[in-house]
C-alpha cells in the first residue's frame, strides 16, 4: 500500500473545490440574494464529501488523481467516519495555520490530523 503524497492531495483538493464552487456559484446565480441558498450550498458541499468519501473513499477530484481514502480495514470509510473526516477532523485541521494539513509531510503514514481521528489513510489507487 503506498501513500498518497502532498502534491497529489493538494491537486484532488483543488479539482474537488472547483466542483463545489462551480455548484455553489450555479445556485448563486439561480436564486441570487437568497439566504437559503448559502445553507444549501453548505450542506451540498458537506453531502458531496461526505457520501463520496463515505460510499467510494473518493470524491471525482481523488478519482481523477488516483488515491482514495480507506479505513482500517482497507475499505472505504462509511458514513459516520467520513463526517467524522470531512467535517470535524477538517475543522481540526485548519485551526492553528492549517498545521493539521501540514502533518502528513512528517507522519510515517502520511496522515493529516482528520486521518488520525477518523482513523483512515490516503492511498495511491
Known amino acids: ?8 492531495r493538494l491537486a484532488a483538493v483543488l479539482v474537488d473545490g472547483l466542483i463545489v464552487g462551480a455548484a455553489g456559484g450555479l445556485l448563486g ?9 448559502q445553507a444549501l450550498v453548505v450542506l ?6 461526505v457520501l463520496f468519501i463515505g460510499v467510494r473513499g473518493q470524491t471525482p ?7 482514495k481514502v480507506v479505513g482500517p480495514d482497507g475499505g ?10 470531512e467535517v470535524v477532523g477538517k475543522f481540526l485541521s ?3 495555520l ?11 503514514k502520511r496522515q493529516c490530523w482528520h486521518d488520525k481521528l477518523a482513523d483512515t489513510v490516503v492511498v495511491r489507487t
Request: charge should be neutral; aromatic fraction near 14%.
Open 1 to 8: 500500500m503506498e501513500y498518497a503524497g502532498f502534491g497529489r
Open 29 to 37: 446565480l439561480l436564486a441570487p440574494d437568497s439566504g437559503g441558498v
Open 44 to 49: 451540498g458541499s458537506v453531502l458531496y464529501y
Open 61 to 67: 477530484g481523488k478519482m481523477a488523481l488516483g488515491i
Open 76 to 85: 472505504p470509510p462509511g458514513a459516520v467516519r467520513a463526517f467524522v473526516r
Open 94 to 96: 485548519s485551526l492553528i
Open 98 to 108: 492549517c498545521l493539521g494539513y501540514l502533518w502528513m509531510l512528517w507522519d510515517e
